[in-house]
């Protein structure tokens, strides 16, 4: 069974012009944004092959993506959503943007749970909405007692009050666990703030732990689910995602305007559809490849840069490591870039949490791994 991220080689990668291989100069190593060093799954080249084929790329029409998302998501979390309650968006930051306007006035507080995914802040923002942090607890987990302060203080606000879950969560692959999950519903009741659950990267949790969809929980009718095949299957540029809304919820989503509805790419639809239907076996390949690398690069802390600290994630292909004890500073991505030519997500972005740790992206060859670490290694040195 082929590793899929054994397949290409740095050369293969270098010709790529997205972000990850051409925001920094060609001597540096990229480790950061969330794309994968891979090729795309068979069954994907097939079908958008075949929609090119026939000129098949006007607009979108019907229900294909939601009704493939809940075949998956009833195999995988045994969990299925109604197809009927949900709409497809251009992309999950965009159709959190959308629905924050839906369920919350300009000036709302909305709860992140930081370290957290950067744009979290900054589309909030974007959005007129104030962002409070509560940030995780022991063991990178839901501090449910900072939560609930966060929310008392959200709901204070009197203009709608939402919280941005991120299940699981980016940057520290933290994979919350039934129990923690209906801790946040029943706080989230309580307080009355409605809930996004961004389950961006819900196909990608590893064999000891499981992914628990929010909306497959009781107390969860008012909030939505955030999906997308985009970061399982590397689709980031075939824009499309889906939005689910819990059953007192659908009302709401009702009202998503049709110029969002419309807005994800045909081509990225079918793009996503193949993925979810056809190419489940080329993700398990994936996630056994992932789990080597997430293992491969302990023994390459622990031999080179003993300092460090890391748990491997359970879910995502980002591993967050802390290197505090390394003496670099609050921005440590900053001094592997300048004297190891290695990039990697900047630590301090992600909010209070992140000062001296830096996310690394897993999703590439052990060889590129081994040269990462060996990179931030020779920055120490
Ligand atoms: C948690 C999380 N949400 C959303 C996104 C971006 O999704 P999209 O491109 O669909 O807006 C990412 C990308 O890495 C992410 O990590």
Redesign the pocket.
């Known amino acids: 069974m082929t590793n899929p991220l054994n397949l290409l080689s740095l050369d293969d990668l270098r010709r790529r012009t997205s972000m990850k291989w051409r925001h920094f100069a060609p001597d540096v190593l990229p480790l950061w944004?969330?794309e994968m060093d891979v090729p795309l799954a068979e069954p994907i080249v097939r079908a958008v092959g075949q929609a090119l084929a026939i000129g098949d790329t006007g607009y979108p029409e019907g229900t294909a993506y939601a009704e493939a998302f809940t075949a998956f998501a009833g195999e995988r979390w045994g969990w299925r959503f109604d197809v009927q309650a949900s709409s497809n968006i251009?992309?999950?930051?965009?159709?959190?943007a959308e629905i924050l306007k839906l369920v919350t006035e300009p000036g709302a507080v909305v709860v992140v749970n930081s370290p957290?995914?950067t744009?979290?802040y900054r589309y909030v923002e974007h959005m007129g909405r104030r962002v409070i942090e509560a940030p995780l607890g022991a063991g990178q987990r839901i501090d449910p007692e900072t939560l609930e302060r966060a929310f008392a203080a959200a709901a204070a606000s009197r203009r709608g009050a939402a919280f941005l879950l991120?299940n699981p969560?980016?940057p520290t692959g933290t994979v919350h666990s039934r129990e923690e999950l209906a801790v946040v519903a029943g706080l989230a009741e309580h307080h009355g703030v409605r809930v996004l659950a961004?389950e961006?990267?819900a196909p990608i949790v590893h064999c000891e732990s499981a992914h628990v969809p929010y909306l497959s929980l009781a107390g969860t009718e008012r909030a939505f689910a955030?999906l997308?095949a985009?970061?399982g299957w590397n689709l980031?540029g075939l824009?499309a995602?889906l939005v689910v809304a819990g059953a007192d919820a659908a009302g709401d989503l009702e009202r998503l305007p049709q110029e969002v509805r419309s807005g994800p790419s045909h081509v990225g639809l079918i793009a996503h559809v193949a993925a979810l239907r056809d190419g489940r076996a080329w993700l398990d390949r994936l996630l056994s490849g992932l789990d080597q690398n997430r293992r491969l690069l302990g023994e390459l802390l622990a031999d080179q840069l003993p300092g460090a600290v890391y748990s491997p994630p359970a879910g995502?292909y980002?591993a967050w490591i802390d290197c505090r004890a390394l003496g670099l500073g609050e921005d440590p991505a900053a001094v592997f870039l300048e004297r190891g030519r290695v990039a990697l997500s900047s630590g301090p972005r992600f909010g209070t949490g992140g000062a001296g740790h830096v996310r690394l992206n897993l999703a590439t060859s052990p060889e590129i791994l081994a040269d990462a670490v060996a990179r931030m290694a020779s920055a120490i040195r």
């Open positions: 944004v969330a251009p992309d999950v930051m965009g159709g959190i957290v995914y744009p979290f991120c969560h980016n961004d961006i990267h955030m997308s985009s970061k980031a824009k995602a995502t980002l």
